[in-house]
């Protein structure tokens, strides 16, 4: 019997006929008519015409028949529900039959039909099928809840669905406890609060005893619910160890890689010194080499995992390294993976045999593998320093090919060598120099530029060289332009006399004629370097440059570990969490290493990073364009920072500016944190990394004592300090602070008349500011000011004048007018003016938000010497409209956990650890997620509110719930 | 987990499409988007895994049918890709060779089979022993099932040895054994050995009744070692011959967690053939065949290449089908080849010069010699020079592996080990067997 003539059927009035045919008397003709129909389904034609005729086939006795109808219900049930109905009879019958083979179609399938109205008569039919006497019912009808929970979780809890599913997981049959587990797992992803695995010693036993039992695939789930489990201590995490070190020799590597995910975060809690500790690191290493004798496809998950635990564990796979060399008919994905782990594992020990396999792929065919391979040679340079020499030779011998993409890509390599080793190969740079034409790839330009520009004094013709790449300026790509700019300054700086034509023809290019405000910015910060100061401009740029380190492309440590968690899903294939990939609500659970349980040992800190890196230290990792990282966060890396580490983009600025310079000035008693007219705002020189020092900086001032001031009443006022000295304003002084009280800010003037003649005729205007702030009165002198005479005024302001970004985001441009003329002034205002009294948060709301705020966007500083304690920092923060909106105790800290709202709408979270005893105070702030690139174009004039937003993980009507993490965080209380 | 299921023929048309999860959209947009980004795609498939508007594609090729794994969810991607080749035996084990013919021809059993051994996405039993004992061909079986048939299916399908069913009879009690293995090798040009490696398997045929309890017995080096203790005797004796076994899988009949404690191999064996263990060696390889490569440039149009074998086995054993394989450059235009034995063509569509010979005696050693005439090129870009493959066939397990015993337990049925009858059968093949030149 062949089916293949159901798909050839294509001529018209098909549907009439088959309309016909399915109500034929004839049973055989029947069942031919709904082949042809699900043959029709199948291509993609539309038959939910025939929905009535085709469940009237459906109370039959030919099983065959019956599933084919159920098929096409599931089908089509959606677009037709209120025909649906007529099935349920038929259902409910179904799960009634002797059979159990029907039972479980008929339960099954009813649960693939997702009409509400089905599935209220679903439920009697499931309740029955859930405690079925035959397993195969029960297996069938334990899936059955996860799917009604997709439908409607409600009714699934109602009917106490989920405890029947618990009480699955004891079942004698091994298959229903393994699809019990499943679906309460994924259930219980969408309630990340409940309880509902209640993982306790007594369930895991239950558990590992049905791992030995249950088909491949069952213990795949129980495996990967086990992973979930955080053991109570190092023993009983050895013991459950024990239990699943058997499953390493599964012949499924699903089923293996699980296993290794259970071992991997286990192995977390336990110490090194232990013996089992070494016994299982070497059992670890003979199955992932096996994996790599699977189906290609597998052995590319696989890779790609090793990948990680080659990150996290080197010493599992250090000696492993020949497994990973690359085959001549490896599928081109296997090879990219391979040689990436190669890389990683290279080590002294083995660093000639690696070169000697990287210069024979070099010579390879496909593009992306030949270049990976020379950029491979470059990290083996930077990483084992014994190799550097015989890497450049290489990379020498490879630039001599003249295959175009392998210059290229041996040009940006030795760059990075240039940095890992300054002083000691640049006799290469003539043979680099006589590539130049050859190079058509903007980072290899880039590359090329800086080599030029960091060693101008070295090479006669610089100037011509560089002077050849500015003819096609508006051409070139950013990352090009930057470059160029940057190499022309240096140079103008080293050999001046002969390059002020150069410096200044690529000043203006890329300050007058250019869209790019990146450029742009550098261009005008070297121009003003350049001409204020040149000696300060030589410091700058010529200033020694950080060496790189030796990893480029390390995973940043607490994704790795939250990758480790995930290992044999798909996050661990596209390294990156799920939160970055699956839609809605699944999903965004963050997972996290078990802490090492301190039952054996205390100073275990230092042992915990990865062996790779020095201890104690986090590895610097470089952003390349196009970095995992970079992608995941969207955060805005720019171009790579090969030069002076000029070009970080001023979106990152504008969020560090809302915490630091905010917090910064909110209790400071020091007059230069408020901000003279003179106050430059720090130059967007500075590197992310410095970032928290800064703001730790600012936060101190917060806590000082010595001013106490504003303690009672209000929030915390600053001295007044001189915003226009008389000089600059014909006379007219005026200095200033703001204030907040019950909920209305004002701007204190002191105006002071050191002119002599009379002043009249006031006003006052605000230019358009980030948050809105404008005067809600006109300013009002009374009575003409006469020399040397002085006057107080409390000019009462509002939030709702017009939205512009500000940099730094608290400045306030003021113009001040009188008779006899304008002045302008800058200022810079405390954030804390604008926080609301009402900005304390909801507990539950506060919880989910923070939950919500990846770990990586936190900010943490210290603040110094605030010998408060929690209850006197709580009040005085109160005061400054912070609220504490809960507190706890860990361990003899205080921890402390603090709301504000901006007036804007925006939510601030910070938590505080308070030691006793200890005058340092730690904030973490979770700085949120930055927008994506393009979102918040630097110095346009739109309005920044909007897409600041986002930015924080809230809306500005309150904060968008979203479920938190699994694990509780403790004992709250007020 | 795994949201549908698709399977294309080479042009991107759908044969199958079985949709378990609303997530990932309408079908339509699911087919079409694998369709366009991946089949139809200009380039070579970079990944098995793409994502496509943040739904994930897992994606299999057997000759020229895709099957393909829809998601929208972070799910265990190693066992998407072993349900794919699962589902792929499995439709093997039904109809023969996955073909665009036979997929059409077996659509009923194939929506069939997906609707038992996938469910809401989760894979379920897929032991064809099983699955067939209720999905047939013939679809009718329910009416004539008796009341304990029912019953014995379910039990079978969701129990602990879900992989055979009971009451299996056969009046002869047989068993073979073959062992099979692939052996890898990576040689420089200077005949230094890269990597070698031995991948190799042990597939059982059983034809036996009842519910036997099997026992199985290597040369594991560990197992010999723990025995020898008692009888220092032995150990001399045997200690040569027993093998470093790097690491090994099993079927899931093998009880692991007695491997792991005992290290001893016991299980229940499906019914007729299945492979019961994989295993992986590096060490005291035997490696066949030397070859001994000797490239010249004589100028620039032409090639001279030498090439030797060495056969390096008992001189009692024939190796079989053996095939070397002399890459050659694109721009070759003639090839001369003299061969001492066999027969050696210049095969231009495959850009080599292809040796075969069809037995050679162990201990032996045999020579070709080619002189390659090129055309002048203008390619800047060297040739890569891929390395001289070699394929072949050895009756013997180039891993020194040798099967100690075999025994069969069978307590309700009156048979002994005794009775069953045994055999065994080794098989050497080449796997990747490469010498750089």
């Given at each position: 019997m062949t089916d293949s003539k159901y798909f050839t059927t294509t001529k018209k009035g098909e549907i009439f006929e088959l309309k016909a045919e399915l109500n034929s008397d004839k049973k055989e003709k029947k069942k031919e008519a709904v082949k042809k129909v699900i043959a029709s389904m199948t291509v993609g034609k539309d038959v939910s015409a025939l929905f009535p005729d085709v469940v009237n086939c459906m109370q039959t006795d030919n099983l065959e028949l019956k599933k084919l109808v159920y098929l096409y219900?599931?089908?089509?049930?959606?677009?037709?529900?209120?025909?649906?109905?007529?099935?349920?009879?038929?259902?409910?019958?179904?799960?009634?039959?002797?059979?159990?083979?029907?039972?479980?179609?008929?339960?099954?399938?009813?649960?693939?039909?997702?009409?509400?109205?089905?599935?209220?008569?679903?439920?009697?039919?499931?309740?029955?099928?859930?405690?079925?006497?035959?397993?195969?019912?029960?297996?069938?009808?334990?899936?059955?809840?996860?799917?009604?929970?997709?439908?409607?979780?409600?009714?699934?809890?109602?009917?106490?669905?989920?405890?029947?599913?618990?009480?699955?997981?004891?079942?004698?049959?091994?298959?229903?406890?393994?699809?019990?587990?499943?679906?309460?797992?994924?259930?219980?992803?969408?309630?990340?609060?409940?309880?509902?695995?209640?993982?306790?010693?007594?369930?895991?036993?239950?558990?590992?005893?049905?791992?030995?039992?249950?088909?491949?695939?069952?213990?795949?789930?129980?495996?990967?619910?086990?992973?979930?489990?955080?053991?109570?201590?190092?023993?009983?995490?050895?013991?459950?160890?024990?239990?699943?070190?058997?499953?390493?020799?599964?012949?499924?590597?699903?089923?293996?890689?699980?296993?290794?995910?259970?071992?991997?975060?286990?192995?977390?809690?336990?110490?090194?010194?232990?013996?089992?500790?070494?016994?299982?690191?070497?059992?670890?290493?003979?199955?992932?080499?096996?994996?790599?004798?699977?189906?290609?496809?597998?052995?590319?998950?696989?890779?790609?995992?090793?990948?990680?635990?080659?990150?996290?564990?080197?010493?599992?796979?250090?000696?492993?390294?020949?497994?990973?060399?690359v085959k001549y008919n490896d599928p081109i994905y296997v090879k990219l993976e391979k040689l990436d782990i190669m890389i990683r594992l290279a080590s002294q020990a083995n660093i000639a045999q690696v070169l000697a396999e990287l210069k024979e792929y070099a010579t390879e065919v496909d593009v992306d593998f030949v270049r990976k391979a020379v950029r491979a040679i470059g990290r083996c340079a930077i990483k084992v320093e014994q190799s550097a020499e015989r890497c450049v030779s290489t990379l020498l011998d490879l630039i001599q090919t003249k295959v175009n993409y392998v210059v290229q890509e041996a040009i940006v390599v030795i760059k990075d060598i240039f940095r890992k080793y300054p002083n000691k190969y640049e006799s290469v740079i003539a043979t680099l120099c006589e590539n130049l034409d050859s190079l058509d790839e903007p980072e290899a330009r880039a590359a090329m530029i800086w080599i030029v520009g960091e060693y101008a004094e070295r090479i006669d013709n610089a100037d011509e060289l560089l002077e050849s790449f500015l003819e096609g300026f508006h051409d070139e790509s950013t990352q090009v332009q930057l470059q160029l700019l940057t190499a022309i300054v240096k140079l103008f700086l080293k050999k001046p006399t002969e390059t002020q034509e150069l410096v200044q023809q690529v000043?203006?290019?890329?300050?007058?004629?250019?869209?790019?405000?990146?450029?742009?910015?550098?261009?005008?910060?070297?121009?003003?370097?350049?001409?204020?100061?040149?000696?300060?401009?030589?410091?700058?740029?010529?200033?020694?440059k950080p060496l790189i380190s030796e990893e480029t492309d390390l995973i940043e440590p607490t994704l790795l570990d939250e990758l480790i968690c995930y290992i044999g899903t798909l996050a661990s294939v596209y390294h990156k969490p799920p939160s970055a990939f699956v839609e809605g609500g699944r999903g965004v659970v963050h997972k996290s290493l078990p802490p090492r349980t301190a039952s054996s040992e205390s100073t275990e800190s230092p042992e915990t990073a990865p062996a790779g890196a020095p201890s104690g230290e986090q590895p610097d990792v470089i952003p390349t364009q196009g970095d995992l990282l970079g992608d995941l966060l969207n955060l805005d890396l720019g171009p790579p920072v090969s030069g002076p580490p000029l070009a970080t983009s001023s979106v990152q600025m504008g969020a560090v500016d809302l915490l630091g310079g905010g917090l910064d000035s909110l209790m400071g008693d020091e007059p230069e944190g408020i901000g003279g007219p003179n106050f430059v705002a720090p130059p967007a020189t500075t590197v992310p990394a410095n970032l928290g020092a800064s703001m730790g900086s600012g936060l101190s001032d917060l806590f000082d004592l010595t001013s106490g001031v504003g303690t009672l009443s209000g929030s915390y006022v600053a001295p007044k300090a001189v915003w226009l000295p008389a000089m600059k304003a014909k006379g007219l002084e005026i200095s200033g602070t703001f204030t907040r009280q019950v909920g209305s800010i004002s701007m204190d003037l002191q105006l002071t008349n050191k002119a002599l003649q009379v002043m009249?005729?006031?006003?006052?205007?605000?230019?358009?500011?980030?948050?809105?702030?404008?005067?809600?009165?006109?300013?009002?002198?009374?009575?003409?000011?006469?020399?040397?005479?002085?006057?107080?005024?409390?000019?009462?302001?509002?939030?709702?004048?017009?939205?512009?970004?500000?940099?730094?985001?608290?400045?306030?441009?003021?113009?001040?007018?009188?008779?006899?003329?304008?002045?302008?002034?800058?200022?810079?205002?405390?954030?804390?003016?604008?926080?609301?009294?009402?900005?304390?948060?909801?507990?539950?709301?506060?919880?989910?938000?923070?939950?919500?705020?990846?770990?990586?966007?936190?900010?943490?500083?210290?603040?110094?010497?605030?010998?408060?304690?929690?209850?006197?920092?709580?009040?005085?923060?109160?005061?400054?409209?912070?609220?504490?909106?809960a507190k706890r105790n860990v361990e003899g800290q205080d921890m402390l956990y603090q709301s504000l709202k901006l007036t804007n709408g925006i939510w601030v979270l910070a938590e505080l650890r308070i030691q006793p005893g200890n005058p340092s105070f730690t904030v973490r702030v979770p700085a949120p997620a930055l927008p994506a690139p393009g979102c918040l174009p630097p110095s346009s004039g739109q309005p920044f509110l909007p897409s600041l937003l986002p930015r924080l993980g809230v809306s500005s009507d309150g904060v968008r719930s979203s479920p938190a993490r699994l694990e509780p965080l403790g004992t709250w209380h007020e | 987990?795994?949201?549908?299921?698709?399977?294309?023929?080479?042009?991107?048309?759908?044969?199958?499409?079985?949709?378990?999860?609303?997530?990932?959209?309408?079908?339509?947009?699911?087919?079409?988007?694998?369709?366009?980004?991946?089949?139809?795609?200009?380039?070579?498939?970079?990944?098995?895994?793409?994502?496509?508007?943040?739904?994930?594609?897992?994606?299999?090729?057997?000759?020229?049918?895709?099957?393909?794994?829809?998601?929208?969810?972070?799910?265990?991607?190693?066992?998407?890709?072993?349900?794919?080749?699962?589902?792929?035996?499995?439709?093997?084990?039904?109809?023969?060779?996955?073909?665009?013919?036979?997929?059409?021809?077996?659509?009923?059993?194939?929506?069939?089979?997906?609707?038992?051994?996938?469910?809401?996405?989760?894979?379920?039993?897929?032991?064809?022993?099983?699955?067939?004992?209720?999905?047939?061909?013939?679809?009718?079986?329910?009416?004539?099932?008796?009341?304990?048939?029912?019953?014995?299916?379910?039990?079978?399908?969701?129990?602990?040895i879900g992989w055979r069913r009971e009451g299996i009879k056969y009046r002869r009690n047989e068993l073979f054994l073959d062992v099979l293995e692939s052996v890898n090798l990576l040689m420089s040009p200077q005949g230094q050995v890269l990597s070698a490696h031995v991948s190799g398997r042990v597939v059982m045929k059983s034809y036996l009744s009842g519910m036997p309890e099997c026992k199985f017995g290597m040369n594991d080096k560990i197992v010999i070692e723990k025995q020898g203790k008692g009888t220092a005797d032995e150990t001399s004796k045997s200690g040569k011959q027993s093998i470093a076994i790097d690491d090994c899988t099993f079927h899931q009949c093998v009880r692991l967690s007695k491997f792991d404690s005992e290290r001893s191999i016991s299980f229940i064996p499906p019914d007729g053939e299945f492979e019961?263990?994989?295993?992986?060696?590096?060490?005291?390889?035997?490696?066949?065949?030397?070859?001994?490569?000797?490239?010249?440039?004589?100028?620039?149009?032409?090639?001279?290449?030498?090439?030797?074998?060495?056969?390096?086995?008992?001189?009692?054993?024939?190796?079989?089908?053996?095939?070397?394989?002399?890459?050659?450059?694109?721009?070759?235009?003639?090839?001369?080849?003299?061969?001492?034995?066999?027969?050696?063509?210049?095969?231009?569509?495959?850009?080599?010069?292809?040796?075969?010979?069809?037995?050679?005696?162990?201990?032996?050693?045999?020579?070709?010699?080619?002189?390659?005439?090129?055309?002048?090129?203008?390619?800047?870009?060297?040739?890569?020079?891929?390395?001289?493959?070699?394929?072949?066939?050895?009756?013997?397990?180039?891993?020194?592996?040798?099967?100690?015993?075999?025994?069969?337990?069978?307590?309700?049925?009156?048979?002994?080990?005794?009775?069953?009858?045994?055999?065994?059968?080794?098989?050497?093949?080449?796997?990747?067997?490469?010498?750089?030149?």
């Open positions: 219900l599931m089908n089509y049930a959606k677009s037709q529900p209120d025909m649906a109905i007529m099935a349920v009879n038929t259902f409910v019958k179904d799960c009634e039959d002797p059979n159990p083979l029907i039972r479980a179609l008929a339960v099954r399938t009813m649960g693939c039909i997702r009409v509400d109205k089905i599935t209220e008569y679903l439920c009697e039919p499931l309740r029955k099928c859930l405690k079925d006497e035959d397993p195969y019912v029960r297996k069938t009808a334990a899936v059955c809840v996860a799917k009604l929970h997709d439908i409607n979780a409600q009714l699934v809890e109602d009917q106490g669905f989920l405890d029947t599913l618990k009480d699955l997981i004891s079942d004698s049959n091994p298959m229903v406890v393994a699809n019990a587990v499943a679906a309460l797992s994924e259930i219980a992803e969408s309630h990340p609060s409940s309880n509902l695995l209640d993982l306790n010693p007594q369930s895991i036993n239950k558990l590992l005893t049905a791992l030995n039992e249950c088909t491949e695939w069952g213990q795949i789930f129980i495996l990967d619910c086990l992973a979930n489990y955080t053991p109570k201590d190092d023993r009983e995490a050895q013991s459950i160890c024990e239990r699943v070190t058997p499953r390493l020799s599964h012949a499924n590597s699903a089923v293996v890689l699980s296993a290794v995910k259970v071992l991997m975060k286990f192995m977390e809690m336990l110490s090194k010194d232990l013996d089992y500790y070494g016994t299982l690191l070497k059992k670890l290493a003979p199955p992932l080499v096996t994996l790599l004798s699977a189906e290609p496809e597998l052995q590319y998950v696989a890779l790609r995992n090793i990948n990680l635990i080659v990150q996290k564990r080197p010493e599992i796979l250090k000696h492993e390294m020949k497994v990973f060399f000043l203006s290019l890329a300050t007058q004629d250019s869209d790019n405000p990146d450029l742009r910015d550098r261009g005008y910060i070297y121009w003003r370097l350049l001409s204020t100061d040149p000696v300060a401009a030589k410091e700058v740029v010529l200033a020694e009249t005729d006031f006003a006052i205007q605000f230019n358009r500011n980030s948050f809105g702030l404008a005067p809600a009165a006109p300013l009002q002198v009374h009575a003409p000011l006469s020399p040397n005479q002085t006057v107080e005024i409390s000019l009462p302001l509002n939030t709702v004048g017009s939205v512009m970004k500000m940099e730094p985001l608290n400045n306030l441009q003021v113009a001040v007018k009188n008779n006899i003329d304008v002045f302008y002034f800058s200022t810079l205002y405390p954030l804390h003016i604008l926080f609301v009294e009402d900005g304390k948060m909801d507990r539950q709301m506060f919880l989910a938000t923070w939950k919500d705020i990846p770990n990586e966007n936190e900010a943490q500083f210290q603040i110094r010497d605030c010998p408060l304690n929690a209850e006197a920092v709580s009040s005085r923060l109160q005061s400054s409209n912070i609220f504490t909106v | 987990m795994i949201g549908g299921l698709f399977i294309y023929n080479h042009k991107g048309e759908v044969l199958i499409s079985r949709v378990y999860r609303d997530d990932i959209g309408t079908r339509r947009n699911a087919v079409d988007a694998f369709r366009v980004n991946v089949i139809h795609a200009r380039q070579q498939v970079r990944s098995p895994v793409t994502n496509i508007a943040r739904t994930s594609f897992f994606h299999v090729k057997r000759s020229n049918i895709w099957l393909a794994a829809v998601t929208k969810q972070n799910v265990n991607a190693a066992m998407v890709f072993e349900f794919l080749y699962k589902m792929c035996d499995v439709m093997a084990a039904y109809f023969g060779k996955i073909s665009e013919e036979n997929i059409k021809n077996n659509f009923v059993l194939i929506y069939e089979l997906l609707d038992e051994i996938l469910d809401f996405g989760y894979p379920q039993n897929s032991e064809t022993g099983a699955l067939k004992t209720f999905i047939t061909q013939q679809g009718i079986k329910s009416q004539h099932q008796t009341k304990e048939e029912q019953s014995q299916i379910t039990s079978q399908v969701t129990g602990q019961l263990m994989r295993y992986r060696t590096t060490k005291d390889i035997i490696l066949p065949f030397r070859v001994i490569p000797l490239v010249r440039e004589v100028g620039r149009t032409k090639l001279e290449v030498k090439v030797v074998i060495k056969s390096n086995f008992k001189p009692s054993l024939l190796a079989q089908k053996i095939e070397v394989r002399i890459p050659t450059p694109l721009n070759t235009s003639g090839v001369q080849v003299i061969c001492m034995k066999g027969k050696a063509k210049y095969k231009a569509s495959e850009n080599a010069i292809v040796w075969k010979i069809k037995r050679m005696a162990g201990m032996k050693e045999s020579q070709i010699s080619a002189e390659i005439e090129l055309l002048p090129t203008n390619d800047k870009k060297k040739w890569a020079r891929p390395p001289i493959s070699m394929n072949f066939e050895v009756p013997f397990a180039p891993s020194g592996l040798k099967v100690r015993y075999l025994k069969v337990f069978e307590p309700k049925l009156n048979y002994s080990d005794h009775d069953v009858i045994k055999w065994v059968r080794y098989i050497g093949r080449s796997g990747i067997y490469e010498t750089r030149c």
